[in-house]
């Protein structure tokens, strides 16, 4: 297949970020997982390319008995671990904004003196400010929290000022729709919708965003975005890994409330959704809504009429697993979007653990050629133009086309268009980095809206319903390392269609 590469020239007088104004973060959950993985290094890439506020604090807010300088030491650690080449002393000195509360989560004291600490903080170095609260807890614990930090008088609206209060919230959002709704509920007692950020981190990830750039400032593209033109689009995140560690949570949640309600629905959102009125959060937002609302609900008396459950073979034996897990760890689904636009166009989306390969992607397929001149001299019908968003790794975006090979004259190949972000030598921010700035900044465009998040459950409880119900939608064993449960062919198959080799 002949390939070419591209370029990436800035042609935007906006690829100029700015600094947040003050600003005090406080993790809850500072001595677990997220924090160490995600949390700590994107604060410190933001410091690196001068995204921090100046006057920018971390206080880490745990359980575990730990100092000061205990909390530090792991800040280093965790920096290490993240980015290479980072010299001590400047590790050190960055180490040095991060401070501990150590608190139980349900002690109104300890959120007493978070409060003084944040205002000391204020009073010393002026930085008033916002005030971020990120929840990197068990999700049941959030309604605990936001009320202790309410009694504590820590959360300021936002239409006060600068000096507001936002609170990140993780997913699991909930574990069905009436739980998401009775936390929302319970957020609301304390917080206006404008304080909350629900994160989902793939909306996140640069290759995610870039599709609303590609299709609304491309007049190649969104002319042709609709089902004249496109004929299917498949979704993939395959996993090699498997629960590493997490099989607590994740034996309970399940692919489908981990993976496919929150990553997979928000980027079919973003492929699917009309134009918004302008880039703005209400109008994105208000977009990723109506299309949620426009997939067609399975319908839950056939649970297996479209979709594809599977689990790894050796999942039971996993640590934290309970014996004899029913846990899915593969879910494959066809879904509908009832609108003009998208009329009988089907989107595939698969997630998977412990697959053969990493890999995250959205393949748009657009229509074959009819009435050819060439199909006279082809074996097949030309292949369909493919383009493909890879979300990782080697993020990028390619497309396939048919074009003349050299020489004899009726040479016709596959043609390759591609761009990868590293090749091009840009520095691709991890999405937490993306979002905890537009956090800090109050720019709500890339979280979920509780509208949304209600559209999202309201498409995955039929399903889950109708395997809890026992109609005989089998959990199909995969062996490790595979593409998933060989009956996920049949999904695309009905129509004549296969998925992408993962
Ligand atoms: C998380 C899920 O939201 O996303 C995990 O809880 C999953 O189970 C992870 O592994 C995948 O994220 P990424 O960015 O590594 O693809």
Redo the contacts with the bound molecule.
């Keep these: 297949m002949a390939e070419f590469r591209t370029q990436l020239r800035e042609t935007s007088n906006l690829c100029v970020e700015e600094r947040p104004g003050p600003c005090t973060m406080v993790i809850f959950g500072a001595s677990g997982d997220l924090a160490r993985r995600k949390l700590i290094p994107a604060v410190y890439n933001l410091h690196r390319r001068e995204l921090l506020p100046e006057k920018f604090e971390v206080v880490g807010f745990a359980r575990s008995g730990i100092s000061d300088v205990d909390f530090r030491a792991r800040v280093v650690d965790a920096v290490r671990a993240c980015c290479l080449g980072v010299s001590s002393r400047e590790v050190e000195r960055f180490s040095t904004n991060f401070h501990y509360q150590r608190g139980e989560y349900n002690d109104a004291e300890a959120y007493r003196s978070l409060a003084r600490t944040l205002s000391d903080f204020g009073a010393r170095r002026a930085a008033g400010g916002c005030h971020v609260f990120y929840l990197a807890t068990p999700p049941r614990l959030a309604p605990e929290i936001v009320a202790h930090l309410a009694g504590a008088g820590l959360l300021a609206e936002c239409t006060e000022g600068p000096a507001c209060s936002r609170v990140v919230v993780e997913?699991p959002f909930g574990f069905d729709l009436a739980s998401a709704r009775e936390l929302d509920q319970r957020l609301a007692e304390h917080l206006d919708e404008r304080q909350i950020y629900r994160i989902?981190?793939?909306v996140g990830?640069e290759t995610v965003q870039n599709m609303l750039m590609f299709r609304f400032a491309n007049a190649i593209f969104e002319p042709v975005w609709d089902a004249h033109y496109i004929d299917q689009v498949q979704i993939t995140?395959a996993?090699s890994?498997g629960?590493?560690g997490?099989a607590g949570?994740?034996d309970e949640?399940g692919a489908l409330r981990?993976?496919f309600q929150?990553?997979m629905l928000q980027m079919m959102a973003t492929v699917a959704m009309e134009p918004p009125s302008s880039f703005d959060a209400k109008s994105v937002r208000d977009e990723k809504t109506r299309i949620l609302r426009a997939i067609r609900h399975i319908d839950p008396s056939k649970p297996c009429a479209g979709v594809v459950r599977g689990q790894y073979e050796g999942y039971p034996a996993e640590e934290g697993v309970a014996p004899g897990s029913q846990t899915e760890t593969y879910v494959a689904a066809e879904l509908r979007v009832e609108n003009t636009r998208w009329q009988g166009v089907p989107f595939y989306l698969r997630t998977g653990?412990r697959l053969c390969r990493?890999a995250?992607e959205i393949a748009i397929f657009f229509r074959r050629v009819h009435d050819s001149m060439f199909a006279p001299f082809l074996p097949d019908d030309i292949c369909p133009n493919v383009l493909v968003f890879n979300?990782?790794p080697d993020e990028g975006v390619s497309l396939s086309i048919q074009a003349k090979g050299p020489g004899p004259k009726l040479c016709m190949g596959t043609l390759s268009m591609e761009f990868r972000y590293r090749a091009a030598g840009l520095d691709l921010p991890d999405?937490y980095e993306r979002l905890l700035l537009d956090c800090m900044q109050g720019d709500q465009t890339l979280f979920i809206r509780s509208d949304a998040l209600e559209a999202a459950w309201s498409i995955v409880d039929p399903i889950r319903r109708g395997w809890d119900a026992g109609l005989g939608c089998p959990l199909i064993r995969y062996p490790a390392g595979s593409e998933g449960p060989a009956e996920a062919a049949s999904i695309p198959a009905r129509i004549g269609r296969a998925w992408r080799p993962i």
């Design positions: 997913k989902d981190h793939y990830k995140t996993e890994e629960v590493e997490r949570y994740f949640a981990d993976v929150n990553h653990k990493r995250s979300v990782q999405a």
